[in-house]
């Protein structure tokens, strides 16, 4: 059963033949690669998306950073921080820091096992080509790796007037990063797609 497909590069509409060994596939007319199959499949992606979770979890349970100034030492969780920007007064400001940093992660980890999940089984989810779109729309909000430079500047910054000391929840989250991006090469060029097509 062949599968149509468009050149990235120079749009030409060809034909494939999907296979189940691993293989690479070029455009006819300028060789642009236009996908990869094989390398990693759905077991990889579940245990990146498992990951990722279990790193989640702990980025939002431990403190991201800790101030020792004069003797005293005060420390704070991701949630900890966006709660103060609430209460004084940064209310939009808050909302993007939850929203990029836990929310949008959160949301692409539960949509990709709600797919996922029942593949393994050849089964498809209801409603699993809407939540594919929907995750592919999330996907460019999840900005653990820019939180992650901002953070590393500030501890830089800080570190001239405090005693700063990185916290689990920054380790985390260099984790999560990391899982979100081997997440993002599993599933690219459309192979959750491809997944869904050999289960119907
Ligand atoms: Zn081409």
């Given at each position: ?99 990029t940093t836990?929310?949008a992660p ?34 460019p909000?999840a900005l653990t790796d820019v939180f992650l430079l901002g953070a590393l ?20 989250y260099a984790?999560l990063m990391l899982c979100l991006a081997?997440?993002a ?16």
């Open positions: 059963m062949a599968s149509l497909i468009v050149c990235h590069a120079c749009d030409l509409a060809q034909r494939y033949e999907p296979l189940a060994t691993p293989m690479r596939v070029r455009c006819a007319r300028c060789r642009a690669e236009l996908l990869r199959t094989g390398g990693a499949g759905i077991d990889a992606a579940l245990a990146l998306c498992l990951c990722a979770l279990i790193l989640l979890a702990m980025g939002c349970a431990f403190p991201l950073i800790a101030l020792t100034f004069d003797g005293t030492t005060r420390s704070a969780t991701l949630p900890d921080a966006a709660a103060t920007l609430y209460s004084q007064g940064y209310a939009v400001l808050a909302v993007l820091v939850l929203a836990i929310a959160l949301g692409q980890i539960l949509a990709f096992c709600y797919v996922l999940l029942p593949l393994k089984a050849a089964r498809r989810a209801p409603g699993s080509e809407a939540v594919l779109r929907w995750v592919m729309r999330l996907r909000w500047v500030a501890l830089v910054k800080l570190s001239g007037m405090a005693e700063v000391t990185a916290g689990i929840s920054l380790f985390a984790g081997g997440l090469s599993v599933t690219g060029g459309g192979q959750p797609w491809r997944w869904l097509e050999t289960a119907r």
